[in-house]
Structure formats: C-alpha cells, structure tokens
C-alpha cells in the first residue's frame, strides 16, 4: 500500500497521473490495471477494483483489481442488488465514502456486514460511473483497513476524475466513429486479453466455435467462453457485432 500523500500539490500531481492512466486504457494503450496502481497515490487503499457494468447479462465484470474472490464475486454479481447500490446510482451520482454511510443504510448492506467487514475494511470509497450520454458504464471500489480517513483532496480528486475513469471502463469509447471511413482502421478496443483478440479477428470469418477452436488448437467451449467476455467487455449484443465493430478496427485473422 502506498504511503499516504501530504501535501494537496501532492495529491493533484497524482490525480494527474491517474487521468493519464485512464486515457490510455480508454484508447487500448494501456490496461486498466494501471489506473489502479496510478490511484493508490491519490488514496492509498489496501483493495480496489475497477469493474465493468454489462447491460445485457446485468451484472459487473471486473478489469482490473485487488479484491479477494469472495469480495470480487459479490462486486460482479450481487453488488448491484445491495441497498447501497441504489444510493450511488441515485441523482446525486456521487462518490459514497463508508465513513460517511448512515449507519442504518450500512446495517442493512449484505456487501458491508459479510464482505467488507470480515476483512477489515474501515474506510474507502465506492463511485458510480456515467458516460457522457448517462448511461451507467461501471463502478470504481476502493478500501482501506484501519482507522484511516482520505484527506479533502484526495476526496475531491477522485470526484474530478470520474469523467476519466468512466471512459476507461466504456467499450463505446474505442469504438469508431460515426464518420469514420470503412476502409480506415479506428482505435483497437481495450481490455481484451491477446487470446481475446484472436477470437475477436477470427469472428468476422463467421466461423463456427468449433472452426476457432481447431485453428488456435483450444477447445470449443473456450472459445465459447471467450466470446462470452468480448461480448461483455465491449458491450456488444451478440457475435455479429462483434465482427463487424472488428472489421471496422481493422482486425482481422493473420494469413
């Protein structure tokens, strides 16, 4: 865990850092990862994550984080029927830092008396996160242990970056525009893994699984499995897009 910032200079260099982080995981050149280690300069923290919200499937996908499988299971798939939940969604669209929960509202949080609590968890912050057109696209966890509470500035820095951290976690953000030429390549998406784009360059042969499978000598239900996280990671409802919004990347199988 890194050493607590003192000084707001301090703070505001990091925050400076983390927005880069974040800008070159939303154009693919960086991963998300990196946003993490970036943000434990702003708020030291002991876990943290950055996870993905998929529209169709209803729950979160986690890109990046530190969290323990228990903990990083309930963020991904129950975190989103928590009582907290509705409070950050809510108009105020604020980060909520458990210092500041009411207590009643935290007695009745399955993630904070089951998850948080059993590891230590005494501090930290939990923020929805807003594309520019409103839609949710996913939510950045933070926590600490031991009685620590983030300075102002730190608290304010990671407001200020919620723009940022927002487009890192948008699969539209990487997608072309709408002016784009056909022909010309857009920016690659982000947050797939290099097995994951193989299978994606490999969808817009409109080849079967069992066709992917025999030519990156894996098994079908992997390649199955795979799809599955493209589809979520970029948000897309099915293969078919997947291909096309591949096509018009401009990746495409080698040979």
């Keep these: 865990m890194a050493a607590e910032r003192s000084t707001a200079a301090d703070i ?18 960086a991963g998300p990862d990196a946003v993490l280690t970036a943000l434990a300069e702003v708020v030291p923290y002991d876990h943290a994550s950055l996870a993905r ?26 975190l989103h029927r928590d009582p907290v939940f509705s409070v950050l969604r809510g108009p105020a669209r604020g980060g909520l830092w458990l210092g500041d929960v009411p207590r009643p509202l935290l007695a009745s949080s399955p993630g904070f008396r089951d998850v948080l ?5 005494e501090d930290g912050v939990a923020q929805c996160l807003f594309a520019a057109d409103g839609r949710y696209v996913g939510m950045l ?37 709408a002016d784009a030429p056909a022909h010309g390549p857009a920016r690659a998406p982000g947050g797939l893994s290099p097995r994951e784009r193989e ?27 795979h799809v ?25 199988p080698p040979g």
């Design 12 to 29: 505001l260099d990091a925050a400076v850092r983390v927005r880069e982080a974040a800008r070159g995981a939303a154009a693919g050149a």
């Design 53 to 78: 919200w998929d529209p169709v499937r209803r729950r979160h996908t986690t890109l990046a984080g530190s969290y323990p499988q228990e903990a990083t299971a309930y963020i991904e798939t129950r």
């Design 228 to 252: 599955e996280h493209i589809l979520a990671k970029l948000d897309l409802p099915n293969r078919a897009a997947a291909a096309a919004h591949a096509a018009a990347w401009g990746i495409a």
């Design 141 to 177: 966890n933070v926590s600490a242990r031991g009685p620590r509470r983030a300075p102002e500035p730190a608290r304010a820095a990671v407001t200020l970056l919620t723009e940022a951290l927002a487009a890192a976690l948008d699969p539209r953000a990487a997608a072309p525009p």
């Design 199 to 225: 299978v994606l360059a490999q969808l817009t042969t409109g080849r079967t699984n069992r066709e992917i499978a025999e030519r990156l000598y894996i098994t079908p239900r992997t390649v199955g499995t």
């Design 117 to 121: 609590l059993p590891l230590g968890i």
